[in-house]
């Protein structure tokens, strides 16, 4: 089947598509993972009215909880309201929120994952494409729209736990009891994204983003032998896509080595790891993502800002850093430290 072709969107002087291409930019961008959620009053008024797959699931309310916050905050980016298992509900996967997802059979054998459907989009999730279709129509020139996916290891683990858990102590052990199972359904899962992600793009998506959550349960070696190879059976599946392309590894930061080999635009860091220092190990070819531990926005005013303060030195002035937190933004956080957060990056890093 043709893969569909990305629809170019241009945007006027993005600071974060600059950002993400290592270019020079005005003012270091700025935007926060789950910036779209339960933090934000008008988020929860259309929460109360219906339930979290609905959400996903309805176009205009999907684009509706994905503008919220460009309403209310100056943010350079913006990230389309949906789910990382969103799409394994099209290759077939029975599941429900609770309010994490679990899934009703649990993925445990070659029948099972040869069962899975390949993913067609625009059949299987129509309502991403069409969210994604109109915020573009809504948003602002220079503002790019990221769509994302789950990693391939990160939707291993809750296909073969089945639910959420600290350790994935099923998937993990699973990896070593039944490697040619789980290499198979670790490259049904790349294949998948890749359709997935291509169609973003055709339908106006400028960047694209690969959330890998749960990468940091594993060593070195296990990252290297099973986090990425499908990553990278992803990266080049999305060959000729002019968009730039994010990895966003949680706890990432002992597998930086096994990381910088992979051929995507921006890395994104949690707080548990110096910029400056990741930026030695990746190299100079990448830009990096992050990385205000997310707990920094209940502090004073005065204490936040010299923290913000602290990851912009620590990323210095080098072209080629997105400011974000390091991981995604707490549901009780203040909105109001939300815009001081925001303000302030562009103020101390205003070059105009």
Not at 276 to 290: F, N, P, S, T, Y
Request: charged content about 20%.
């Amino acid at each position: 089947m043709a893969q569909p072709q990305a629809k170019v969107v241009e945007t006027v002087s993005s600071p974060f598509i600059s950002a993400c291409r290592k270019q020079p930019v005005p003012h270091t961008p700025v935007w926060i993972m789950r910036q779209a959620g339960r933090y934000l009053p008008e988020y929860r008024k259309v929460r109360e009215k219906v339930d979290f797959v609905t959400l996903t699931r309805t176009p205009e309310l999907a684009a509706e909880v994905t503008l919220q916050p460009l309403r209310r905050y100056d943010f350079d980016a913006s990230i389309i309201f949906s789910d990382i298992m969103t799409p394994l509900q099209g290759m077939g996967v029975e599941l429900e929120f609770k309010p994490g997802p679990v899934v009703e059979e649990a993925i445990r054998s070659l029948k099972q994952v040869e069962a899975l459907r390949p993913l067609v989009p625009e059949q299987d999730v129509p309502f991403v494409m069409e969210s994604i279709r109109i915020v573009r129509s809504e948003l602002p020139d220079n503002v790019p729209l990221i769509g994302f996916a789950g990693s391939p290891f990160t939707l291993f683990c809750y296909l073969v736990a089945g639910k959420p858990s600290k350790e994935f102590a099923e998937p993990r052990s699973f990896l070593h009891a039944e490697p040619a199972t789980s290499a198979l359904l670790l490259d049904r899962l790349a294949d998948a994204m890749i359709v997935y992600l291509r169609a973003q793009a055709a339908a106006g998506a400028q960047a694209l983003m690969l959330f890998e959550s749960w990468g940091g349960l594993l060593g070195p070696q296990d990252y290297a032998n099973y986090a990425m190879p499908p990553v990278r059976r992803i990266v080049e599946g999305l060959a000729g896509l002019d968009v730039p392309l994010i990895y966003f590894a949680n706890q990432g930061g002992a597998n930086l080595h096994v990381i910088s080999g992979l051929d995507v635009d921006v890395v994104g860091l949690d707080w548990r790891v110096s910029i400056a220092e990741a930026r030695g190990i990746l190299g100079e070819g990448k830009a990096v993502q992050g990385n205000l531990d997310p707990a920094l926005l209940f502090a004073p005013k005065d204490t936040l800002y010299q923290r913000i303060n602290d990851v912009l030195v620590d990323a210095g002035t080098v072209p080629g850093h997105i400011f974000n937190l390091g991981h995604g933004i707490w549901p009780e956080t203040p909105p109001d430290a939300v815009a001081r957060l925001v303000d302030y990056v562009h103020e101390r890093t205003s070059r105009c």
